[in-house]
């Protein structure tokens, strides 16, 4: 258990489906991320977010939307999504954006798009 | 190429020791991880060295980083089944406050009992 939570675990959903993934930390933390992890490929950073501010977007199609009501939830909202978006999405958290920023990952929602 | 490199796999014998590789481009990375990856979970963290430092050990797992050849390994002593899993090298950029992890591809080790 690494404090990172992720809801849900597994998501099928068609290409017109509207849905989000939840992601909550219970670590004290300030600063949260999202990932896409694909078959063969490097993690991808998509959003962070440090004190509930979005500081990072990169080039992550308008399909996915970030949302970080506290430092210890955030969301990713989905719409429209295209077969190549399925993919391992992970969230993880950090004390801070500094020097050392060990980050801890929640087990990832597997998403599957039809 | 990327910036943080790895070979992709790895087989060993149960109790051999297990070495995974890792180049990395950026030398004013401050700080360098190493994070396992287990079957449908997420990335746990291993272990991390600071640049100053040239050996970090922590019971069976030892991080030798060579940072004139942006080279990291980690060595793994003993290895077990348990042990198989992907391992995840990567490597702290950006601006003061902005840090970023950029991640290799991982090597998935392969423990044969």
């Known amino acids: 258990e690494t404090g990172v939570t992720q809801t849900p675990r597994h998501l099928v959903m068609g290409m017109t489906n509207k849905k989000s993934l939840k992601c909550e930390q219970h670590?004290?933390?300030?600063?949260m991320y999202w990932y896409k992890q694909s078959a063969k490929k490097p993690l991808e950073l998509m959003f962070v977010?440090?004190?509930?501010?979005?500081?990072e977007n990169n080039s992550v199609p308008s399909r996915f939307s970030p949302e970080c009501p506290n430092s210890s939830h955030l969301f990713l909202h989905l719409h429209t999504l295209q077969p190549e978006d399925s993919a391992l999405y992970l969230c993880a958290s950090s004390q801070d954006q500094s020097t050392k920023n060990i980050q801890y990952f929640g087990a990832g929602t597997r998403l599957s798009v039809l | 190429g990327e910036d943080v490199e790895q070979s992709l796999f790895l087989s060993v014998r149960e109790g051999d020791s297990s070495v995974i590789n890792c180049t990395y481009t950026?030398?004013?990375?401050?700080?360098l991880y190493w994070y396992k990856q287990e079957p449908g979970a997420g990335l746990q963290l291993l272990t991390y060295?600071?640049?100053?430092?040239d050996m970090k050990q922590d019971q069976r797992l030892t991080v030798l980083l060579n940072k004139k050849d942006k080279h990291l390994s980690l060595r793994i002593a003993d290895t077990q089944t348990g042990d198989s899993a992907i391992y995840f090298c990567?490597?702290?950029?950006?601006?003061?406050?902005?840090?970023?992890?950029?991640f290799g591809s991982g090597t998935r080790l392969q423990v044969q009992p």
């Open positions: 060295i600071f640049s100053n430092m």
């Open positions: 950026d030398s004013s990375s401050t700080y």
């Open positions: 670590l004290g933390h300030n600063a």
């Open positions: 990567a490597e702290s950029k950006g601006d003061t406050g902005r840090r970023a992890l950029t």
């Open positions: 977010y440090s004190l509930e501010e979005r500081v």
